[in-house]
């Protein structure tokens, strides 16, 4: 008597948006036809929601290894399709099941041919094909109507209409969210990296932006920074100038069809519409970010990188820890000169040639190392003697008033947040005293009523400690202005503010050249854009103390070490 020859049965649908009950009607309709052929179902695989151009199918790897284990003699399926939609994969998927003697078979079609597997596959890639053209289409027809037509960027929510059901497409202003994207562009324009804006939202458990429905991860550099290029990261995103850039994009699928991979589209290709009801930031305060952005791609350009991954280029644009790091040079050997020895507070550190110290004289012969304070001094002496006149001070003045104001605001800003968590709080509570209220009286449940009573005992605390204080311009600003420039050098070389300084200085100084010899000790050449402002200073200026003498040209000046600039007169 001839045994029944044993069936697999494999059903599967593409996306989250199909019926759910698609791979249980598939199963019944196969089920049905091996009772009719009289074949015994000893498994059957699926796969819900993933798309047909994938070999990496849980349910299909375990179908695979079912026919190399010879637990079948034949796979069944509704139609060619649920298998694969991939002409490579099928093919493959044939041959390992004639290999193993495995016969494949469709309810629509009966037994799989050669035949059937080149027409099949054929019409399968030129439905996709087609499909994907549709989509696209219709995306951009979205877009030209001013409506979204992919993700939900942070800072929006979709729009509701009057029965408390979204709108598809329509975006409004998150204005919780708004008030964080507000804080990244304010203290990325004031100097603070990705990593370290990232790290101070996460300390304070501010929601990262969703990933695949979850904002679970937190955030990360990469979330604030992005790709300028390609228009990615919260820096980046010119909806929140009220500009959809639509096309920017193309995605496409690996050859194996398991994962996508991205492409820039040409310019040519973009397409700019205008969303004004969109916009959360003004124009000073996404040109302000730009201006940054600018800075460092223009400083990373001027770096060559000395590995494959270029590492060094980016260990070169953290920030530096001296305002003069990576400028000063031997003039013996042209190499860097690094800071080292002094004081706990640095009041002796001195600039050494690099390579004579960590390659030997051989290299470089070297010289004696020279005060850091007097390098540092010598850039500034110029800026300190421009700095003391009333325009400058009009225009500290101004700054300074502006900078309370944005101080003021950025309160404001964090107070509407502390007052939405507050809401939150309240209506968690409310709901779990309704529950208690209602019979709901468990151990956990009035945990949790004491743990969110406590958070919210807490964060009106903060929300009161946090409120701003009147702040107005001190009586004594022109002292306080005065004391800051006459020391300018310690004023600028604090390590809080020389890595912004620095950046700011690599704009105006090319090179700070120091050589060394028996009979003047140092001396120092500095090459950029701030020789002008030197050259002006020493003009107004009674001339060098100590005896320091200058040797001037149109693109350096030189100075004896221990020289310095008498400052310009200052009344306020």
Known sequence: MTSQPRVILYARFSTELQNAHSVRDQLDKCRAHALRQGWAVVAEFADEAMSGTRDDRPGFKDLRNAIGQGRCDIVLAESLDRFSRDQEHISRFYKEAKHNDVVLHTVDRGKVDVMQIGFSSTFSAMFLEDLREKTRRGLEGKVKDGLNAGGRAYGYRPAIDERGNPITGRLVIDENEAIIIRRIFREYAAGDSPLKIAARLNAEGIPSPRGNGAGTGGWKQNTINGNRERGTGILNNELYVGWRVWNRLRYLKTPDGNSRVSRLNPASEWQRIEVPELRILDDEQWSLAKARQDR????????????????????????????????????????????????????????????????????????????????????????????????????????????????????TEDLKLRDARIREHEKTKANLMKAVETGTFSAPVLERLNQVDEELKRMKTERIEAEPKPVDLPENLPDIYREHIANLVETLTHESVAGDV???????????????????????????????????????????????????????????????FEPAAFRL
């Open 296 to 411: 460092l791609a223009k400083a990373k350009s001027k770096i060559n990188s000395t590995d494959d991954n270029h590492l060094s280029v980016n260990r070169n644009l953290r920030r530096r820890k001296y305002l003069l790091s990576g400028l000063v040079k031997c003039g013996v050997c042209g190499g860097s000169m690094t800071v080292a020895g002094g004081t706990t507070k640095g009041s002796k550190r001195r600039y050494y040639c690099a390579t004579n110290k960590e390659k030997g004289p051989a290299f470089c012969s070297g010289m004696p190392g020279i005060l850091q304070s007097e390098v540092d001094g010598f850039a500034l002496a110029g800026l300190r003697d421009g700095l003391m006149q009333p325009a400058a001070y009009a225009h500290f003045r101004e700054e300074y008033a502006r900078h309370l104001e944005a101080t003021q605001s950025a309160t």
């Open 502 to 564: 620095g950046d700011e200085l690599r704009e105006m100084i090319d090179r700070v050249i120091v050589r060394h010899d028996a009979l003047n000790g140092h001396t120092i050449e500095l090459e950029g854009k701030i020789v002008e402002l030197l050259q002006a200073g020493s003009s107004k200026a009674k001339g060098p103390t100590k005896g320091g003498a200058f040797a001037v040209s149109r693109s350096s000046l030189e100075l004896v070490a221990g020289a310095g």
